[in-house]
């Protein structure tokens, strides 16, 4: 594994003074022609398509990753502000259908270089073993191509690369990590407080933030604007964890660039390149090798809309799999009142986090589990709260104005995977005129066991650490799975090094892939996946 | 000026003399002039039509109990993200895109107005748009003008309370300190303040305890 500066610079390509990367490296930034046959082009430029970026350039690849949205200067693209962090979302329209709808909204997937995880909390907890094979251990879900063990490794150097700051892990495969844990806030004050009176362990992580100086990245200044982009480069996003060494070693990020297909060669079923848009105008990249990795949702989307004579039904589609299984974690919020003033809004929000409610446990009626972590809403998520306890006029200002007296906690419920949670096409276009994604969702009893339980507990730990009041929203969180990685084209759209089961070239490397979802935050096992990916697609060229 | 009209029963004054934008120079540049265009004159109105307008305004004045000026600009600020199509992304299967969905519920409430008063929704008395309203919330998933009730009210007050408390006004009220960059925070923990942070002077009005 070595040093992290000798597998990936980009924390020492930043500035001396930590405020962005090198301005050379996009300056002089290489820049391939749309007819150059260049080896691979990956198709956004988010958590799973920057550590493949990385990871090809490295290996002396000729790479471009495409994005649809900005190549951020977060100094003077984001701000510390809630509502005015609009831009940081993926905003063109989706439609959401199903039983339980999931709306999207500030909890939406990003748009533009360095993907979701530019507005992302930070949390950074690995997988548990069982979570790679749920389906032999608990009945549910589905099994993974590979084990807990294969992506060990993985998981160790990415974690190193952010890095991740938190106490030793008692959990899933007991680990420790890079940095030291961070202090914390009231809100995670009172969490630890209530978990201890209650028997239940808390840890303080993991999460990707800097604890100290890192390479030239600085410390972390408590701001709690996590949720907003971080422009003092503390916590980690590909933008400045994988994008900086990428560009170092010659690859190529193209911002501004809507994919609209993948070209499939007729005859010999390859993919050739992609078909994209950028300033109004259609153009192509012929490349060796695709990859997408466009986020649970857009990834399907594009499939869908790459339909050719070999694939009517869209591209990777001929058993019907494209879209399907997509996960959401359950993630209700409970908040609680407390006399002193808490003013949660301070410090990051992601602190502390309990996994004793991981696994399955035998005496209850339900499989799986849940996580809980410590959450912090700003005013705007915050007034969703009290709305959604169906205060609004004076009552809704009333409550507003307690807002320094409470703290809040959020579940993370293990939904299981379904068929019939997917992405399929609307009828509605966006502004290119190509079809937008319909995301359907409900949920099984299995799923609303969970839910019930979870807020159950955030309850007692909340009470436990002296709150007078709790309230309770229904949220859900982190879409993962809708192309998932199996061992054969019936089950699944890829296999477990990400290639497609359909076209050989092509590949998906974002969360799209994942079959099950545990109770833990997806970005560290996108990341990790990719990289193993990224390993494999070395090794098999060479 | 730096607090909005509330009754302390309702929960004004609790953070005496707290304004957020005295700490404006301490925010970065692009913060400043984001948070700071709140403040200015808002561009002319271009998504609402005049008639629509008029509901509009009593329709947020009711969400967020706002009866006397001065006031948070909440129906411009929505013209201004309408008129820019600066939607949340995504709306509901059984709801028109948000444009359409806008026009087509506020057309809703003064059908509601009209059958019930005779009169136009802004031109019923101040207890019988709450009345109107509180019946719109109480159907619950239940049909309201053909959409579910739900995703009406979900529309509304998502759009309101977005443009509400994004203000720094709002913010004084509420004890929030706002922008935190380059500066962030040295003093956390349970009861801990900034220099600049107010302490709340009624800690025992919990709004929870006073419903029940
Ligand atoms: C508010 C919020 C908080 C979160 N908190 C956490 C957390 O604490 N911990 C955690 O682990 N996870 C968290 N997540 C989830 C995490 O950020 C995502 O799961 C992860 O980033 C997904 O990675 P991805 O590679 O699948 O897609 P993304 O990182 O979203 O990258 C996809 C990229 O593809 C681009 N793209 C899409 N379609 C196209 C196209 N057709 N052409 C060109 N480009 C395209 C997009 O612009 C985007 O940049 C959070 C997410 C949100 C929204
Ligand atoms: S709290 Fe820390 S990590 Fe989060 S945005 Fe602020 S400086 Fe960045």
């Known amino acids: 594994m070595g040093r992290v500066e000798d597998r990936n610079q980009s924390a020492w390509l930043l500035l001396p003074d930590g405020s962005r990367p090198e301005p050379r490296l996009r300056d002089q930034m290489r820049r391939f022609a749309d007819d150059d046959e260049v080896d691979l082009v990956i198709v956004g430029c988010g958590a799973g398509g920057s550590t493949l970026l990385q990871r090809m350039a490295r290996a002396g690849w000729k790479v471009v990753a495409l994005d649809a949205g900005p190549f951020w200067e977060p100094e003077t693209d984001w701000v510390s502000d809630e509502a005015g962090s609009h831009h940081l979302y993926w905003e063109e329209p989706r439609v959401i259908g ?12 990003g748009r533009g270089v360095g993907g979701s995880m530019v507005h992302y909390a930070g949390y950074t907890p690995r997988f548990h073993p069982s979570d790679f094979h749920t389906r032999s251990l608990d009945g549910v879900g589905a099994d993974w191509p590979f084990a807990y063990e294969d992506l060990k490794p993985y998981y160790s150097d990415i974690e190193n690369e952010l890095p991740v700051a938190g106490e030793d ?4 495969d007991p680990h420790s990590y890079p940095q030291r844990p961070h202090p914390v806030s009231g809100n995670g004050e009172l969490f630890m407080r209530g978990a201890d009176a209650e028997g239940i362990t808390a840890k303080v992580g993991p999460v990707a933030i ?21 422009k003092v480069n503390a916590k980690a996003s590909p933008l400045i964890t994988h994008i900086p060494d990428a560009l170092d070693h010659g690859a190529e990020v193209r911002a501004d660039s809507m994919v609209s297909s993948i070209e499939i060669d007729e005859r010999t079923g390859r993919a050739t390149g992609v078909h994209y848009i950028q300033d109004g105008r259609s153009r192509f990249q012929r490349a060796r090798m695709v990859a997408i990795a466009g986020y649970s949702i857009e990834t399907p989307r594009l499939l869908l809309n790459s339909t050719s004579k070999r694939f009517p039904d869209g591209l990777c589609n001929d058993f019907d799999q494209v879209g399907r299984y997509l996960m959401v974690q359950g993630a209700p919020q409970t908040a609680g009142r407390f006399e002193s003033e808490v003013r949660m809004w301070k410090g990051p929000p992601p602190e502390v986090s309990t996994e004793d409610f991981y696994e399955t446990d035998p005496s209850k009626p339900y499989k799986r589990g849940f996580s809980i972590q410590s959450v912090s809403p700003m005013p705007i998520a915050w007034a969703e709260h009290v709305m959604a306890q169906g205060h609004w006029g004076a009552a809704l200002r009333h409550y ?8 809040s906690y959020g579940a993370l419920c293990e939904f299981l995977p379904q068929p019939d949670n997917r992405v399929t096409l609307a009828e509605e276009t966006d502004r290119h005129g190509l079809r937008v994604a319909k995301f359907d969702y409900s949920q099984c009893d299995n799923d609303r066991q969970l839910l019930a339980a979870a807020q159950g507990v955030m309850e007692r730990i909340l009470t436990a650490a002296g709150a007078s009041e709790v309230i309770t929203i229904q949220r859900f969180a982190h879409l993962v799975g809708g192309a998932r990685m199996a061992d054969n084209e019936r089950d699944g759209v890829v296999d477990g090094d990400g290639v497609t089961f359909a076209v050989p070239n092509l590949l998906i490397t974002d969360g799209s892939v994942l079959p099950t979802q545990g109770s833990a935050n997806p970005a560290l096992t996108i990341m990790a996946v990719a990289a193993r990916a990224a390993d494999r697609l070395i090794r098999r060229k060479g | 000026m730096n607090q909005l009209p509330l009754d302390p029963a309702d929960g004004g004054g609790r953070f005496p003399g707290f304004d957020v934008i005295a700490q404006s120079g301490h925010w970065d540049r692009a913060t400043q002039s984001v948070v700071g265009s709140r403040l200015g004159l808002l561009p002319h109105v271009r998504f609402f039509t005049p008639e629509e307008e008029v509901v509009a305004r009593a329709l947020f004045d009711q969400i967020l109990d706002q009866r006397e000026e001065p006031r948070v600009p909440v129906f411009n600020m929505v013209d201004v993200r309408l008129a820019e199509q600066q939607t949340d992304g995504w709306h509901y299967e059984s709801l028109p895109a948000d444009a359409e969905a806008w026009r087509r519920s506020l057309r809703a409430l003064s059908d509601d107005a009209d059958a019930r008063h005779g009169v136009g929704f802004a031109d019923c008395a101040w207890e019988q748009q709450s009345a109107i309203l509180d019946a719109v919330q109480k159907r619950g998933d239940d049909d309201w003008h053909g959409f579910p009730a739900s995703r009406v009210w979900s529309l509304w007050t998502r759009y309101a309370c977005t443009a509400f408390y994004s203000h720094p006004w709002a913010w004084n ?4 300190a706002g922008p935190a960059y380059p500066r962030g925070y040295k003093n956390m923990g349970v009861d801990r303040l900034e220099p600049f942070e107010v ?7 919990d709004p929870a305890r006073r419903d029940s």
């Open chain 2, 173 to 176: 009220e509420i004890g929030f």
């Open chain 1, 98 to 109: 199903g039983s339980d709808p999931v709306p999207l909204g500030s909890n939406n997937s």
């Open chain 1, 169 to 172: 892990w008692p959990w899933g």
């Open chain 1, 210 to 230: 800097s604890n100290g100086r890192f390479g030239h990245r600085p410390h972390c200044i408590y701001r709690g604007f996590c949720l907003q982009g971080c």
């Open chain 1, 400 to 407: 507003m104005s307690d807002y320094v007296h409470w703290a």
């Open chain 2, 199 to 205: 302490r709340d002077i009624r800690p025992h009005d």
